[in-house]
């Protein structure tokens, strides 16, 4: 067995603690983790397309936001309890990806940055896509804070979530068995 393969359910450590995450490490469930995680993610993008891509009818439309943090000054000086809806509304809207990009690429032993930036900059992408696509539809404008908002959600989710359940999945692992010196080595052999 080499160091970064999975034991047999039946080869696991019985003394190890059995919980919510022990599952993940059976043989062959890394493959559901990653269908479930494609699955809710595709769900999820399904329901934030439908979400914001509805049109809206108005008799107004104001000018599409293109200087960077304009919308939040304005959030922030409507009063705290608008403020914080509306920048909890931006900041929470895309965060779920944060924790199903990672569990659709199934992948516990990437580097932290990696993992990190492979996720923001997948956001960074659906956020933009959606903020284009959005002008599409009328009475919805392209606003660049709810890019920069959408993207620090994905990231502030990833950062909370994902780092700690990587860490308890790799400790769940059995200790990879020292190596048998050989014969020769160990001055057996003629």
């Known amino acids: 067995m080499t160091t970064g393969s999975i034991p047999p359910a039946g080869k696991r450590n019985r003394g190890a603690p059995s919980g919510v995450l022990d599952s993940v490490r059976h043989d062959g469930?890394?493959?559901r983790v990653r269908a479930a995680g494609l699955l809710l993610t595709a769900a999820y993008l399904c329901f934030v397309a439908w979400l914001l891509l509805r049109p809206h009818y108005a008799a107004w439309v104001p000018a599409p936001n293109?200087?960077?943090l304009a919308t939040i000054r304005s959030d922030v000086a409507s009063g705290p309890l608008a403020a914080a809806r509306?920048?909890?509304?931006?900041?929470?809207?895309?965060a779920p990806l944060g924790v199903l990009l990672p569990m659709a690429g199934g992948r516990v032993d990437v580097p932290a940055f990696t993992s990190f930036a492979r996720t923001v900059f997948a956001g960074l992408?659906?956020?933009?896509?959606?903020?284009?696509?959005?002008?599409?539809v009328p009475g919805q404008l392209f606003d660049v804070d709810a890019l920069l908002l959408n993207t620090m959600g994905v990231a502030?989710?990833?950062?909370?979530?994902?780092?700690?359940?990587?860490?308890?999945?790799?400790?769940?692992?059995p200790p990879a068995p020292a190596p048998q010196p050989s014969p020769a080595a160990a001055g057996l052999v003629p």
């Not at 509306?86 to 895309?94: I, N, P, S, T, Y």
């Not at 992408?125 to 599409?136: A, D, K, N, Y």
């Not at 502030?156 to 692992?173: E, I, T």
């Open 156 to 173: 502030a989710a990833h950062l909370l979530v994902v780092p700690g359940v990587r860490r308890r999945l790799r400790h769940r692992r």
């Open 66 to 68: 293109l200087r960077p």
């Open 86 to 94: 509306r920048l909890g509304e931006g900041l929470g809207l895309l």
């Open 125 to 136: 992408m659906v956020s933009l896509s959606l903020e284009f696509t959005q002008t599409l």
């Open 29 to 31: 469930s890394m493959i």
